[in-house]
């Protein structure tokens, strides 16, 4: 019955390799998104997305893509990937609706990506 | 640009003495605040949120929040070394995306 779920765990890659990480909520949320997660622990958002729109924090490389099947699903793809991409990359999920800024946020438990 | 800031600690206290957890943002818009407590190697997880001026109790936890002065805070009485973690301040506003400060690191010694 977990609510925000994340696979792999753990993903270990050579540089110049295409990945991808994928992302289930099972809450009935409308609104996903994609958090990076540094050595320093900042957590910077890359996307969210609802089925109207789709917010791309404009510092992300265009090398990061999110995919999204469904309402319950979005998936991380990474082309061609550097050093610097290693971090901790969290999937969350929220209920925005008409607007409420009451509602919070879900994480998942993180995918630790280390880009050899 | 929207920010949120935080003292990045690490922060100490003994056990059994009062956290005290600053965070100021920038964006007089914003309508909520969220305080997230992150373990190492762990997601982060939600302790409490507030919307109204004013103190908001849960337990040994008390999240304060000034509006005026663009001012939220998270006290955490009798503090025990479970509590020794990040915890990250988050904002949001009708609509918008949440926005986290850096967070500041809490130890506990026992």
């Known amino acids: 019955d977990t609510a925000v779920s994340q696979t792999p765990k753990y993903l270990v890659t050579q540089m110049g390799n295409d990945k991808s990480i994928k992302c289930e909520q099972n809450?009935?949320?409308?609104?996903m998104y994609w958090y990076k997660q540094d050595s320093k622990k900042f957590l910077k958002i890359m996307f969210s997305y609802n089925n109207k729109e789709l917010i791309i924090n404009e510092t992300v490389p265009n090398r990061f893509s999110p995919k999204s099947p469904d309402k319950a699903h979005l998936n991380l793809h990474i082309n061609s990937l550097e050093l610097g991409d290693s971090a901790v990359y969290f999937c969350?999920?929220?209920?925005?609706?008409?607007?409420?800024?009451?509602?919070?946020?879900?994480f998942g438990p993180g995918t630790r990506l280390t880009v050899l | 640009q929207k920010e949120v800031e935080q003292n990045s600690g690490p922060l100490s206290v003994p056990e059994g003495a009062i956290a005290s957890l600053n965070c100021t943002y920038s964006?007089?818009?914003?309508?909520?605040f969220f305080w997230y407590r992150q373990y190492s190697g762990k997601s982060p997880e939600l302790i409490m949120f507030?919307?109204?001026?004013g103190d908001k109790e849960d337990g040994r936890f008390t999240a304060q929040l000034n509006k005026a002065s663009q001012y939220v805070s998270l006290l955490i009485r009798d503090s025990q070394p479970s509590d020794s973690a990040t915890y990250l301040c988050a904002v949001r506003n009708y609509g918008q995306n949440f926005v986290f400060g850096p967070g500041t690191r809490l130890s506990v010694l026992p």
């Open positions: 507030i919307y109204s001026n």
């Open positions: 964006d007089r818009g914003s309508q909520s």
């Open positions: 969350a999920s929220s209920l925005i609706g008409a607007g409420d800024p009451y509602n919070e946020q879900f």
């Open positions: 809450l009935g949320h409308d609104t």
